[in-house]
């Protein structure tokens, strides 16, 4: 079964500052990756996915994420942070071809941007 | 389209009580999801469908139940409401068809069992 581990259960920054949020995984197969971004009292929404091809991915709202595959990773990366962007975001992991297209969730990183 | 729409968006249940938490989806998405989101845990599978009629256990099927009569609606229902079902619950679906397999999700239903 394969998993999902994000290493950041808290980050808090100033605006304008970098961002990278980390996400490991475990699965031998092949995979689909994804972050979800949950803003404060709304559902998940897709920030952005990777499926094949370029490992660097950008997404909405200039966040981008870099597969790495030797190191089964899946790290979110956002150059200079706004306050909109406090949200606690989510790396997920679908293996390929699986019967129900599930989805494993690694446990958030909620970050606070401070103004 | 409305997407994925939940109600209740919030509810307090005494132990022992049951309830059913609806999920429906304007897409004609033929895959649906229940899942729970815990404080640090992420979000955890319940159940599953991959169609009208079938239904299969998550990664935490015990205490709950779900029915999938139609492509639209995905109840889940609790049978005998207990302190550990408080959760944030989340209804997804996703059209299997599309090679990116997105799941688009509902608004929530918090749940508070006391």
């Known amino acids: 079964a394969q998993s999902v581990s994000q290493h950041n259960h808290h980050v808090i920054l100033s605006e304008a500052a970098s961002l990278e949020l980390g996400c490991n995984y475990s699965?031998?197969?092949?995979?689909?990756l994804f972050w979800y971004v949950q803003y404060p009292g709304q559902h998940l929404q897709l920030l952005l996915k990777?499926?094949?091809?370029?490992?660097l991915v950008k997404g909405i709202k200039g966040f981008e994420a870099e597969f790495i595959k030797s190191k089964f990773s899946f790290n979110l990366r956002k150059p200079s942070v706004q306050w909109s962007d406090t949200a606690e975001y989510f790396c997920a992991v679908n293996a390929r071809g699986n019967a129900g297209n599930m989805l494993t969730f690694g446990g958030g990183t909620r970050l606070m941007v401070k103004p | 389209n409305a997407g994925v729409t939940q109600t209740p968006k919030f509810r307090i249940l005494k132990i022992g009580q049951s309830m059913t938490l609806q999920c429906t989806q304007d897409m004609n998405h033929n895959y649906m999801y229940w899942y729970r989101q815990d404080p640090g845990m992420g979000l955890k599978l319940i159940y599953y469908?991959?169609?009208?009629?079938?239904?299969d256990k998550g990664e935490v099927p015990n205490g709950y139940n779900v029915s999938r009569s139609t492509t639209e609606d995905f109840p889940l229902r609790l049978e005998l409401a207990a302190p550990s079902q408080t959760s944030v619950y989340f209804c997804a679906s996703n059209d299997p068809s599309t090679r990116i397999h997105e799941q688009y999700f509902g608004p929530g239903t918090r749940l508070t069992v006391t």
């Open positions: 699965y031998g197969g092949t995979v689909n």
């Open positions: 990777y499926f094949s091809g370029d490992p």
């Open positions: 469908s991959v169609g009208a009629g079938i239904t």
